[in-house]
């Protein structure tokens, strides 16, 4: 049970010898000027650390310091207490019992909030220690969005009506601070996507988290037209048009970083479905070595990218990451020296010193098109978003062919079925042999979460499978995550690339020109050291990055 005391925080600490007169008093002049927390400001100066701050209040009130990020909050709970004064005293609750409601808080001294919350909610507070940050996260998670719903529906009478003056409500504060604390959440929670899918009676808001769709809420069907109204609006589409499907961007700054958005409309029975694809620099353009390569084939594949000449393939499934894997390889070998230009499908990101052009069949703008222009540009390197048709795929053979190192992308199983499918294409054997230098197929699989990974013991049936792939090799420790805040209580947070990198070599060009099967071709690429997907997930999992789980999710495309 926690000691309540009408000491004062600066009291308590000076008395404690946690912190000088002389800095307290700074801290004060700072809180008047600011009316932010005392202990904040005392932490920002580094005049205490947080952990020692709550070690002291612990031990003065007797409350309990947990990581909010790890606790799994009452959603009941949470509506106890009015947004105005979450946000007022920077509490927030966390757990209901009978009469009793625990409250998270950064100061336990606050005798005044707790009164004050006593006093209005008819609990028994009883407070623990949380850091402010967190707090304040968990306030905007929980209260933001519903804060700004509430006032859009005062601001329009919850009708849903957009039309004639009333369309000037789309720049309205409260419409505004919506959809962007619905982005700033995506972003928080590491989404890549975010989803409005308009149902009969409702409109259900769903998120794509390392690479799986959570529900988030479902919104009151008047919701759905000024939502979708004003996301068409920041991404400068035709808001009258709900016939035809659109596709718009949006560029805004969320916590000092620039975030791109790609938005998608389609017409459905029930209003426009939209998406909003969320691109953050840092997770499309990565550092080589973040690539998740083991140590051999980044090598291999840092060879292949400083090649003079010749094509390098990324294939795999769509949302497997080649993308990332071509921008960051493009990042990688980018100089001064070089012209690089790209054509792509949409650009996904802008990058630096890089010439890029989006394809626009509308008007006769296509990949073949803009190919045979860029030849005529001088350039080094090329990057073809990806290899759809003959056409593009000649272009790109005699491309590399004379003198210039091309980048691309299939749609293909495994790294072998690369060449087959050129050939499919109309590629003659002896041009695919003579232009591919390399092939890299890939898949995402989703790591354990640091936060909550614990050890356990594996079932006979992961046993077997770990032994048919690793060749009878022991099955190391296995790990999994228990779930937790961080992770959202998954297990799981971030993702991780498996690859099967293919270099062609002498042996394999004869093969194939010889007709030889994929499975031949295979084993030779495997006798010259290949790494099979299936080997390097793992690989990956004996590292404890990854689960058999999720593994077998994974193969499940290379299977078919």
């Known amino acids: 049970m926690a000691k309540f005391t009408r000491k004062r925080l600066g009291d308590i600490l000076l008395e404690a010898g946690a912190v000088e007169e002389k800095q307290l008093e700074d801290a004060l002049v700072v809180q008047k000027k600011t009316k932010s927390r005392l202990g904040q400001i005392?932490?920002?100066?580094?005049?205490?650390?947080?952990?020692?701050?709550?070690?002291?209040?612990?031990?003065?009130?007797?409350?309990?310091?947990?990581?909010?990020?790890?606790?799994?909050?009452?959603?009941?709970?949470?509506?106890?207490i009015p947004a105005d004064l979450a946000h007022k005293y920077n509490v927030i609750p966390i757990k209901k019992e009978k009469r009793k409601l625990t409250l998270a808080m950064s100061d336990p001294s606050n005798i005044i909030a707790i009164d004050d919350l006593a006093m209005v909610t008819g609990f028994e507070i009883e407070p623990v220690l949380a850091s402010e940050n967190a707090i304040s996260r968990v306030i905007d998670q929980h209260f933001a969005f519903k804060d700004s719903l509430e006032k859009v529906y005062k601001s329009i009478g919850a009708s849903g009506a957009l039309e004639g003056e009333e369309k000037e409500l789309l720049d309205a504060a409260p419409i505004v601070q919506m959809v962007n604390s619905?982005?700033?959440?995506?972003?928080?929670?590491?989404?890549?996507?975010?989803?409005?899918?308009?149902?009969?009676?409702?409109?259900?808001?769903?998120?794509?988290?390392?690479?799986?769709?959570?529900?988030?809420m479902n919104l009151p069907k008047d919701a759905q037209s000024f939502i979708t109204s004003r996301i068409k609006i920041m991404a400068n589409m035709d808001i009258s048009e709900k016939r035809l499907p659109q596709d718009g961007r949006i560029i805004m700054n969320i916590r000092k970083k620039e975030l791109n958005m790609r938005v998608s409309t389609l017409p459905t029975v029930f209003g426009e479905k939209v998406v909003v694809r969320l691109l953050e620099q840092d997770k499309i353009i990565m550092p080589l070595k973040s690539l998740g390569l083991n140590k051999n084939n980044y090598k291999l594949f840092e060879r292949l990218i400083t090649s003079p000449y010749g094509m390098i393939l990324v294939t795999g499934p769509t949302g497997c990451g080649k993308t990332t894997t071509l921008y960051s390889a493009l990042n990688f070998i980018n100089s001064s020296e070089k012209n690089i230009i790209t054509v792509e499908d949409p650009v996904e990101?802008?990058?630096?010193?890089?010439?890029?052009?989006?394809?626009?069949?509308?008007?006769?703008?296509?990949?073949?098109?803009?190919?045979?222009?860029?030849?005529?540009q001088d350039p080094n390197i090329i990057m073809i978003g990806e290899i759809r048709d003959a056409e593009t795929a000649e272009i790109a053979v005699r491309a590399a062919l004379t003198g210039h190192l091309v980048l691309s992308t299939l749609h293909t199983n495994d790294a072998p079925r690369a060449l087959t499918r050129l050939t499919d294409m109309g590629i003659e054997p002896f041009l695919i042999t003579s232009s591919v230098i390399g092939v890299m197929t890939q898949r995402l699989v989703r790591t354990i979460c640091k936060d909550c990974r614990i050890p356990y013991d594996p079932t006979?049936?992961?046993?077997?499978?770990?032994?048919?792939?690793?060749?009878?090799?022991?099955?190391?420790?296995?790990?999994?995550?228990?779930?937790?805040?961080?992770?959202?209580?998954?297990?799981?947070?971030?993702?991780?690339?498996?690859?099967?990198?293919?270099?062609?070599?002498?042996?394999?060009?004869?093969?194939?020109?010889?007709?030889?099967?994929?499975?031949?071709?295979?084993?030779?690429?495997?006798?010259q050291g290949m790494v099979t997907l299936q080997e390097d997930s793992f690989n990956k999992v004996a590292m404890g990055l990854t689960t058999i789980d999720e593994v077998i999710k994974a193969m499940a495309f290379s299977e078919t």
């Open 182 to 216: 619905m982005i700033e959440n995506a972003v928080s929670k590491g989404a890549s996507d975010i989803h409005m899918d308009p149902l009969e009676k409702n409109l259900k808001i769903r998120m794509r988290i390392d690479g799986v769709l959570y529900d988030v």
């Open 460 to 527: 006979p049936e992961e046993r077997k499978i770990y032994s048919q792939v690793m060749k009878g090799m022991e099955i190391p420790q296995l790990y999994t995550g228990r779930g937790c805040g961080r992770c959202s209580h998954t297990g799981y947070r971030g993702r991780i690339a498996i690859h099967e990198l293919m270099v062609i070599n002498n042996n394999i060009r004869q093969l194939f020109l010889d007709g030889a099967s994929i499975e031949l071709i295979r084993r030779e690429a495997v006798k």
């Open 42 to 80: 005392l932490i920002d100066k580094g005049y205490i650390t947080e952990d020692k701050l709550f070690n002291i209040l612990e031990k003065q009130f007797g409350a309990k310091h947990i990581d909010l990020y790890e606790y799994n909050i009452d959603p009941e709970a949470v509506k106890v």
């Open 349 to 376: 990101f802008n990058m630096l010193g890089i010439n890029q052009v989006q394809v626009k069949p509308s008007i006769g703008l296509t990949f073949a098109g803009v190919l045979r222009s860029i030849l005529r």
